[in-house]
């Protein structure tokens, strides 16, 4: 029973490429999350998606950053044009479709590194 | 604003004590809390939690304690070993909305010592 899936692990991009992080949710779980976490800091929310559904992207930049959760395939967090600031780990958390299941379990992270 | 924090960044404790992790809130809303294990370049992994209708929760070594009124929860593990080495959050789930997304506290890094 695999947990989240998260490619690649490492990603270096130069400074206005774009950035394509994919995650695959436990078997059975509706629900994705996407977090970041900077430098000496903790986990921030980003954004909330259920299947075609972005449910609460209130964590998202404004600009330049995008997530999807298509009907077939992973979950997909795009950052357009990356700056340095972008550098962060980047977290996939999933959990099942039932209600009141506040535990989240998480993959093993993106770490982004913008030159 | 920090609606969730964690005022320790380390904490070094020899094998064999009791290691304490605090962690503050500030909006009542929460109702459910939950810690959670991290080691580098790893993911997150959940350890325990606790609901607002409980003040103490254990599991095996780790007992987590909620004190409502002073809006204060703390991780005891005892007895401490060195593979509990690692980063420890506190994460609350959003209070006022239904969406469950998780409010992380900055996390303390937890040192046992042989």
């Known amino acids: 029973n695999a947990g989240v899936m998260q490619n690649p692990r490492h990603l270096v991009r130069r400074r206005g490429q774009e950035a394509r992080l994919r995650c695959s949710p436990m078997?059975?779980?509706?629900?994705v999350y996407w977090y970041r976490q900077l430098p000496e800091e903790g986990l921030k929310f980003m954004v909330y998606l259920q299947k075609e559904n972005i449910i609460d992207e209130s964590g998202m930049p404004k600009e330049r950053f995008s997530a999807e959760f298509p009907k077939e395939g992973p979950s997909i967090l795009r950052i357009q044009q990356v700056v340095r600031g972008d550098s962060a780990a980047y977290f996939c958390?999933?959990?099942?479709?039932?209600?009141?299941?506040?535990?989240?379990?998480f993959g093993p992270g993106t770490r982004l590194t913008v030159l | 604003d920090q609606q969730v924090k964690q005022n320790s960044p380390s904490l070094s404790v020899q094998e064999g004590r009791i290691s304490i992790l605090n962690c503050d809130y500030t909006?009542?809303?929460?109702?459910?809390f939950l810690w959670y294990k991290k080691y580098p370049a790893e993911g997150p992994t959940f350890l325990i939690s606790?609901?607002?209708?409980?003040d103490k929760n254990e599991d095996g070594r780790f007992t987590v304690f909620l004190n409502k009124s002073a809006k204060h929860l703390s991780l005891h593990i005892v007895p401490s070993q060195p593979g509990d080495s690692a980063v420890y959050f506190c994460a609350l789930p959003h209070g006022s909305s239904n969406t469950g997304k998780l409010i992380f506290g900055q996390g303390t890094t937890l040192q046992v010592k042989p």
């Open positions: 909006n009542s809303m929460f109702d459910y």
């Open positions: 606790i609901s607002s209708i409980k």
């Open positions: 078997k059975g779980h509706s629900h």
């Open positions: 958390a999933s959990s099942p479709p039932a209600r009141g299941s506040n535990e989240q379990f």
